[in-house]
């Protein structure tokens, strides 16, 4: 994975977000899935490679992440299922013609926090740049009915997202919350909504905490060692696991 020209570099909570989504049933049998905020194009190579079928459209706004990440498309066995736009998702939005099965995104999350001198990461990290409100309207606009929308967000504000998904006609039916380790706090939640029927939304909204998958991982174990959760999970893209 190539990585010298992108703001936001790989990291394993990104790795194991990918892995998470790729093994869900639904993503492996889509047919169109589209990656908002590609950056390197790590969860889209992900998802490749679990769902060999899968047409796959990767939107990215940052122009040197855009590069490389094509660039990582290409050089990758899964090129002919890969493609980027070089796109805001707003526009992209305005202008798409289909819908997905599936789409995933590791959106950009902070707000008030102190921003970098450099924009493009400011772009990939800050949530300015990508308010949350726009990124869920466009994922609502773009998912299939049935369809599945994969992020990761932040434990702090997992509670935001869902609100804001439920709002857009979006249930939460899967959480997972990351820990480093046991001891830790968990630092990141994996959630995944799907996109209701009309019908649904109303009978299905009273039982919707129920209805929740609510789990945990630890990334490693009391040795620090990946922990075999982790291990399970991302086997088959780790080189050295």
């Known amino acids: 994975m190539h990585q010298a020209h992108t ?27 589209l990656d908002i905020g590609a950056g390197t194009g790590l969860l ?9 079928n899968a047409t796959i459209t990767a939107v990215e706004i940052e122009p040197a992440a855009a590069i490389e990440a094509a660039s990582n498309f290409k050089l990758s066995p899964w090129a ?3 493609n980027l736009v070089h796109d805001d998702i707003r526009n992209f939005g305005n202008h798409a013609n289909t819908v997905y099965d599936i789409i995933i995104t590791n959106p950009p999350f902070y707000e008030g926090d102190l921003k970098s001198p450099d924009e493009n990461k400011n772009t990939a990290a800050h949530s300015t740049a990508l308010p949350w409100k726009v990124l869920i309207e466009n994922a609502t606009k773009l998912l299939s009915k049935g369809g599945s929308f994969f992020v990761l967000v932040p434990t702090l504000r ?7 998904c439920d709002n857009n006609g979006l249930q939460l039916v899967a959480e997972v919350l990351v820990h480093n380790t046991a001891k830790n706090l968990p ?14 939304m109303d009978t299905e909204k009273t039982n919707d905490i129920s209805q929740v998958k609510r789990t945990k991982i630890f990334i490693k174990d009391a040795d620090n060692n990946y922990s075999p959760e982790f291990n399970v999970l991302l086997k088959d893209y780790y080189l050295h696991l």
């Open 80 to 82: 002919d299922q890969l």
């Open 158 to 164: 997992a509670y935001t997202m869902q609100k804001l």
């Open 44 to 52: 889209s190579l992900l998802l490749a490679q679990a769902n060999n």
């Open 7 to 33: 703001s936001m570099k790989v990291c394993t909570d990104a790795c194991l977000f990918g892995a998470w989504a790729a093994s869900d049933p639904q993503v492996m049998n889509a047919h169109k899935i």
């Open 187 to 200: 630092i990141r939640a994996m959630q995944k909504f799907t996109k209701q029927h009309a019908g649904q």
